[in-house]
């Protein structure tokens, strides 16, 4: 597999009946599908590793706020806009 190989892990995530997709070594989700198979809208929050995260998907891809902890300890932001992450003004 190589750093731009995505990966569907089965991680602790809300809700349960979505599948999140990640890119290798990315540690926020890239995409999101219902049990159904269609992408999925809505809040949503997880954990990857020793990262938790919390933020919001339109039509499978995040779009809106982001926010993160690593290791519980320090908290990170991040703003996507159709599943491009936008640079914080």
Avoid: C
């Amino acid at each position: 597999m190589t750093d731009t190989d995505d990966e569907t892990l089965g991680y602790n995530h809300h809700p349960n009946d979505v599948t999140f997709k990640y890119k290798k070594n990315y540690a926020l989700p890239i995409g999101a599908t219902s049990s159904s198979g269609e992408p999925y809208s809505g809040r949503a929050s997880g954990s990857i590793g020793v990262v938790d995260w919390q933020g919001y998907f339109l039509n499978g891809v995040p779009h809106g706020r982001f926010m993160w902890l690593f290791g519980g300890i320090q908290g990170h932001q991040a703003t996507f806009k159709h599943g491009e992450i936008l640079e914080d003004v």
